[in-house]
C-alpha cells in the first residue's frame, strides 16, 4: 500500500490533487513516458503503480477500480491488455522518474516519469561488469606470461623495452614520456585500467604508466576506454575541445 | 508595536548582506559525451541518463 501523503496536496485542494493525479495517470498509460515536474512525479508514481497492480489482476472488478480513477475507456483498455502483460514477471517498480534540468520560466526541477516495460531479465549492466571482469582476468593471465617470457628473451631485448602487454605495448622512458612518440601514441593509466588516446579529453593530464601502439592493443590488454567508448575514438577534433 | 530604535547604518546592512554568498553547483563529467551535468540528472547536452535517452531533457534553444 502507498505511504499515505504529508504536507500540503497538490493544486488547490484534495479534489484537486486527485483531478492532477487522475489525468496525470491517464497521459502516462496513453503515452508512456511523460515529463512534469519532480514533485507530481513523485506523487504520481505510487498511484500510478497501484493501477497497474490492478490491471495485472485484470478481472472486471480491477478495471472498474481503476475506471474510478482513469475515466477514459481507451487509455484503460490499453492498460489492461497492453501494459499489463508486459508488466507480468515484474514485481513492483513497473515506473521509473529520471530527473532532467530544470524548467526555464520557474526553474522548477523537472523529471520524466516512464512505464518499465522492457523485459526483467534484460540487465546490460551485468553483461558490461561481466566483460570487465572477464577482461581483468585475461590481462593478469597475460601478465604472468609476460612476466615468465621476459626472464628468457631479456638478454638480447630492443633498445625500447617491451612493455608487459606485448609487443603493442612499451614502458615509458623519462618517468612516462612515450619510447617512441611516432609509434606509442596511446596512454594506458595502470592504477584505473583506463587508456587514453591522443587528442581525448584527459590525454595531457594523464601520467603513463605503460604506452600502446593501438586503442585495440590497449584493450586487448584489458585497458577500458575513459570516459566510455565515444570519448576514445581517435579524435583530432578533441583537441578544440580541451 | 515594535519598531526599530535606531536607523540602521549602510555599513552594518552591507555587513549582513555581504554573507549572502551563492555556492557553486556541483558538476560531473556526462559519460556518454564529456559535457558538465549535474549528478543524478540527465545530461542536458545528450540527453542520456544510464545509456538511456531522454529527448525532454536535451537543451532546446529557448533555454539557455
Redesign the interface.
Known amino acids: 500500500m502507498p505511504t499515505p501523503t504529508k504536507g500540503p496536496r497538490l493544486g488547490g485542494g484534495p479534489a484537486h490533487e486527485r483531478l492532477i493525479l487522475a489525468n496525470l495517470a491517464q497521459a502516462l498509460f496513453e503515452h508512456d513516458r511523460i515529463t512534469t515536474t519532480e514533485a507530481k512525479a513523485k506523487r504520481l508514481r505510487p498511484l500510478a503503480e497501484r493501477l497497474v497492480t490492478f490491471a495485472k489482476r485484470g478481472d472486471l472488478h480491477a478495471r472498474r477500480r481503476v475506471m474510478t480513477v482513469i475515466r477514459d475507456k481507451g487509455v484503460v483498455h490499453r492498460l489492461f491488455t497492453e501494459i499489463a502483460p508486459d508488466m507480468a514477471d515484474r514485481q513492483g517498480g513497473y515506473t521509473r522518474i529520471t530527473k532532467i534540468a530544470p524548467r526555464k520560466g520557474d526553474n522548477a526541477p523537472m523529471a520524466v516519469i516512464e512505464l518499465v516495460r522492457e523485459p526483467v531479465n534484460a540487465k546490460p549492466k551485468r553483461a558490461v561488469v561481466a566483460e570487465a571482469e572477464g577482461a581483468t582476468k585475461r590481462a593478469a593471465k597475460e601478465d604472468a606470461a609476460a612476466a615468465e617470457a621476459a626472464p628468457a628473451d631479456a638478454p638480447e631485448l630492443e633498445p625500447l623495452a617491451e612493455g608487459k602487454y606485448g609487443a603493442d605495448s612499451a614502458a615509458p622512458v623519462d618517468g612516462g614520456l612515450s619510447p617512441d612518440p611516432e609509434k606509442f601514441t596511446v596512454k594506458g593509466n595502470e592504477d584505473s585500467m583506463k587508456y587514453h588516446v591522443p587528442g581525448s579529453r584527459w590525454y595531457d593530464s594523464t601520467v603513463a604508466e605503460v604506452w600502446f601502439t593501438t586503442p585495440e592493443a590497449a584493450q586487448a590488454a584489458g585497458f577500458e576506454p575513459a570516459g566510455g567508448e565515444k570519448a576514445q575514438e581517435v579524435a583530432e577534433d578533441g583537441d578544440d575541445e580541451a | 508595536m515594535a519598531v526599530p530604535k535606531r536607523k540602521m547604518s549602510r555599513a552594518n546592512t552591507r555587513s549582513r548582506r555581504a554573507q549572502w554568498k551563492a555556492t557553486p553547483t556541483a558538476l560531473a ?1 556526462c ?4 559535457a558538465a551535468k ?1 549528478g ?3 545530461c ?1 547536452n545528450c540527453g542520456t ?1 544510464k ?2 535517452h ?1 529527448s ?2 536535451e ?1 532546446t534553444e ?2 539557455s
Do not use: E, L
Open positions: 563529467t559519460p556518454n559525451c564529456g549535474q543524478h540528472m540527465a542536458p541518463y545509456d538511456r531522454y525532454a531533457a537543451r529557448h533555454q
